[in-house]
């Protein structure tokens, strides 16, 4: 009987914490702001390191000429907001000093991050902020520019998965947040990892248009 009368209570328990989860949730949602817009930038350093292949360098790496840029959608308020983004990143001249094959690498990772104070990307007054997230990430190495043996043996590089994390500081004023960021990636299967350190710069339309009218509203 003692054990039935703990499962019910432990079930009972259960049921209300959902229930307080759910209303909660609802709650912030109610109060929560949606915001569209765009993240852009340069990686001051990257390194890819390919999967295991026998080969003797699977890493290219580039400094300073690495763009990115796509969409990013954030949902929350002043001081916290939880957000979605995913672009390509070009590393126009990335490549292996120790044993070159070709050049340029591509990356593209899918990202789920929380954003706290002025990296929520709703703030009304410009103030630091910082933001941690994760996700996935594909990449590719030796786009072109493949050396003389390379082209004779066919030599092709494929994108490889890794799942990433990400930490980045910044600051920002209602809807738009200028960051610093490192973002690591890792395959525990195929050894493969990643490396990104840089700076984005992260556009919310919505929170921009209301700072626009909050100006001609002080103006006026």
Known sequence: MGYKNNRNKIRKMKK???IAALFLAFTIAAKAQIGFGFVGGNDIYQRYTNPEDGSESRS????????????????GGQTFSVSVETYANWGSTALSLKDYKGMGAAAFPLMAKLNFGGNSGFN?????GWSIGGGYQISKTE???LNEFSAQEGFVRDFYPVMIGEISYGYGIS???TEVFARYGWNTETHATTLNVGVS????????KKLVRKLEKFDN
């Open 16 to 18: 209300n914490l959902l």
């Open 60 to 75: 290219a790496g580039n400094a300073i000429l690495n763009l990115h840029f796509g969409p990013k959608i954030w949902v």
């Open 124 to 128: 009304s007054e410009l103030t630091s």
């Open 175 to 177: 809807g738009f947040v």
């Open 201 to 208: 710069y992260n556009l919310n339309i919505i929170g921009l």
């Open 143 to 145: 786009l072109y520019g």
